[in-house]
């Protein structure tokens, strides 16, 4: 007679496997089901595990249960006595820490929910229009469309403007007249007044809906401070945000943070600098701007000390072989590669301040450069120079914007680092047609979003509050009014973001006074 080897599924991993024959009543199998309860067939778990009745009454009258030697002992009812005793005690114990779990909750709950409506409402990202005001440059904003779902951003200028400035000196003004008829033409005329009066909040980063700028006047040991990394985009922006708030701009070497170049700066640092230092042309060397408290925040009159500051380090995009290294670049000095950059220039200098635990936000961005290389490698292969990118090189530029981001995340592990997003420039500018193909220009702005957000980050989106306002442009760089004006706002939004993150240790170090 045909066996069958086969494990038993209630044996242990390591049991023998039991021989059965193939007839289930066959006298090996019954042998079986005498000498132990595994069994495979039907009848053998019916012979071993089902016992008579008079089997089971045998074995009632041999043994006593568990319960009735519980029940003979004194120990259940010691037992029952102290957990009458102790129940209570436990049940106050339980509810409270319910109670203070709950407490904790409620006051961190709207915070928590403050910074994530403000995160899902980004209004210099949500349609809207732009107001511009040529006389009053601080009055220039974005107004978000539908107001009741996203507000628009709070007066942050003008607030920071009286804070740095005191109360009583007017907010700077231009005369209309300065500006072209053409430019003139761009002025806004406000909304219509139905619209307004729709809007009675503001998408602050501020707690205090009363004071836009209320994460600002904690005195800290070290100034709240923005690191800017990008091009000459975000050095004019950088630029024009201190002369908006008429305060001094300094630029210092890489090496020597006290040291500066020689000889006064250019009246206007945006559309020139001064000569070489050290080797070093000027436009890349480290910018810095200090926005300090008006010394009547003190009531001795003496320095209050810094409200915000922004630090500006220059790259010169994605390339990662020195192709500007010619001399028909005179405007590039090694290390070229942003890694390098980072390494050898960025990082020491802002360790030279205070370190690199003293940043609160990084704003990131690499657009113009990887334009321009693109255009110079198509020109050396004689490529097309008004075609879409290639799926080669969208492809390479998003590999190399990842590697950038994850290594300035590894850099700055606790701070705020946000995306901006390139703008349009004007393409009837002669020799710029590099970085004005607006097929290349459009298919950049669609990859910076999705690196971006893959990669977690939050989105300023420059372009989309100009878009149409090219003609405000030298060049490739937007000027003052518009473009300076907003670049401004979310420098101060993106910190104050940054500084009403509760999950931020530095937000809890500031001075008493």
């Not at 601080?138 to 779902?149: A, C, F, N, V, Y």
């Not at 005329?189 to 809007?199: E, I, K, M, R």
Request: with cysteine; proline share 7%.
């Amino acid at each position: 007679m045909s066996s069958v080897r086969r494990r038993n599924s209630l044996a242990g991993a390591d049991d023998p496997p039991i021989e059965e024959g193939t007839a289930a009543g066959s006298s090996t199998s019954l042998q079986f089901s005498t000498a132990s309860p595994l069994l495979g067939s039907a009848t053998a778990n019916r012979t071993s595990l089902g016992p008579t009745s008079r089997n089971r009454g045998a074995s009632h009258a041999r043994e006593p249960s568990m319960t009735d030697a519980f029940r003979k002992s004194g120990w259940w009812k010691m037992r029952r006595r102290d957990l009458q005793v102790q129940g209570p005690k436990f049940a106050m114990l339980f509810g409270g820490t319910v109670v203070v779990a709950w407490l904790v909750r409620s006051m961190l709950g709207s915070d928590l929910s403050a910074r994530r409506g403000t995160e899902i409402c980004d209004a210099l990202g949500s349609p809207g229009r732009l107001l511009v005001d040529l006389e009053s440059p601080l009055k220039t904003e974005w107004r978000p469309i539908d107001e009741e779902r996203c507000p628009p951003l709070p007066k942050y200028l003008s607030s920071l403007w009286t804070l740095t400035h005191g109360p009583d000196r007017k907010q700077p003004k231009f005369p209309v007249d300065a500006y072209s008829a053409e430019h003139r033409v761009y002025a806004s005329d406000p909304y219509p007044s139905h619209w307004v009066t729709l809007s009675n909040h503001t998408s602050s980063a501020s707690l205090d809906p009363n004071d836009p700028i209320s994460f600002l006047r904690k005195k800290r040991l070290q100034p709240p401070t923005v690191l800017v990394i990008g091009d000459s985009v975000d050095r004019n922006g950088f630029v024009h945000f201190c002369q908006l708030f008429k305060r001094e701009l300094s630029i210092s070497h890489y090496h020597d943070i006290k040291s500066h170049p020689p000889g006064a700066l250019p009246a206007d640092l945006t559309k020139g600098h001064g000569p070489k230092f050290d080797g070093w042309d000027q436009r890349g060397l480290p910018h810095i701007c200090e926005i300090p408290f008006h010394s009547d925040t003190n009531e001795d009159g003496t320095d209050g000390g810094v409200a915000m500051r922004v630090v500006n380090g220059f790259h010169y995009g994605m390339d990662a072989l020195d192709e500007f290294n010619t001399p028909d670049h005179t405007d590039w000095h090694k290390p070229g590669r942003v890694e390098d950059r980072l390494k050898k220039l960025i990082v020491p200098f802002i360790e030279q301040l205070e370190g690199l635990d003293k940043i609160d936000v990084v704003q990131l961005h690499s657009g113009m450069w990887d334009l321009a290389l693109f255009g110079m490698q198509d020109d050396k292969t004689k490529w097309s120079l008004t075609v879409p990118l290639t799926p080669d090189q969208l492809a390479w530029w998003q590999e190399r914007m990842r590697q950038t981001i994850r290594h300035v995340r590894w850099l700055f592990p606790k701070d705020r680092v946000v995306y901006r997003k390139l703008h349009r420039t004007d393409d009837t500018v002669a020799g710029t047609q590099y970085i004005t193909n607006c097929e290349r220009v459009n298919q950049l702005r669609h990859l910076q979003e999705e690196v971006a957000r893959s990669e977690g980050l939050p989105i300023f989106d420059f372009g989309h509050l100009l878009e149409g306002y090219q003609h405000f442009q030298e060049k490739v760089h937007p000027v003052l009014i518009p473009g300076g004006v907003m670049y401004a706002q979310n420098l101060i939004h993106q910190l104050g973001l940054a500084l009403s993150d509760p999950r931020k240790r530095r937000n809890q170090k500031w001075t008493s006074a």
